[in-house]
Each structure stands twice: as structure tokens, then as C-alpha cells.
């Protein structure tokens, strides 16, 4: 079975997702989305998932730099949570640590034209790490 694959870099204003999938192994930049309230983020979610098909979900997880769990982790765990019992899509988590670094880096030395959207840039690069290690 081809899994489709939706990344979801989560701020607690603004999110980003990427999409990949398990044949290709890649990912793209979907976009990001600034949300009022959780119940519309949900909503969201729900609505990107239903219209692209989407069967897994990884959530990327800003642990600290010794790997422990911090407050924003612990909110992401709580959200998945809800989003799990509103769909029967699998969730997952995978480190996201750096990818805000990540990206300016990329955007600095390689000079490459990139959406103004950290966001949806740091979806992509959890979604590949995820795909590379878990896959």
C-alpha cells in the first residue's frame, strides 16, 4: 500500500505542511496556514487529509537539544490526540529539531529561492528525515 504522507510543523498560530509519499520517497511543500483556534486547525486538517487521501500523519517534534520532551512537545502530543479521535489516520512523530536553522542556512548559502515560509520548509525537511529513517 502506498502511504500518503502529510507533514505538519506545528506553532501555536501558524503551521506548515509538506506532503510526500512512500513510493517516491520525496516531499513538497504544501503550504502554511495561521489559524484563530484549534477547532478550525482540526478542521483543517481534516479537510487536507479527506481531499488528498492522506493515510499517515507526522507531526515534527521540537525536542530539546538532549532529546528531552519540552512544553510545545507536550502540546503537540495533546492536539494529535484530538486529531487521532476525529480521523483513523496513523500519526507519528519525528525530531524536527534545527529545521528553522535548517532552513536559513539553506536559504543563505545555497542560494536558493524559497518561499518566505519556515513553516512549510521545516515540514519538508521532517518529512524527509522521516521517510529516510522510518521507511
Request: aromatic residues 12%.
Amino acid at each position: 500500500m502506498t502511504l500518503k504522507i502529510l507533514s505538519i510543523d506545528y506553532g501555536v498560530k501558524h503551521v506548515g505542511f509538506a506532503i510526500g509519499n512512500s513510493i517516491s520517497k520525496s516531499s513538497n511543500i504544501f503550504f502554511s496556514f495561521s489559524y484563530k483556534g484549534k477547532i478550525q486547525l482540526l478542521k483543517k486538517i481534516i479537510e487536507v487529509c479527506d481531499e488528498w487521501g492522506i493515510n499517515r500523519i507526522v507531526f515534527g517534534m521540537p525536542y530539546n537539544i538532549d532529546g528531552t520532551k519540552n512544553k510545545m512537545c507536550k502540546e503537540i502530543e495533546k492536539f494529535s490526540k484530538k486529531l487521532a479521535i476525529e480521523t483513523d489516520i496513523e500519526i507519528f512523530f519525528q525530531d524536527e529539531t534545527l529545521t528553522s536553522m535548517e532552513y536559513k542556512i539553506d536559504k543563505k548559502n545555497n542560494n536558493l529561492f524559497l518561499p518566505e515560509d519556515s513553516h512549510g520548509y521545516a515540514a519538508k525537511l521532517t518529512l524527509e528525515s522521516y521517510l529516510r529513517e522510518q521507511l
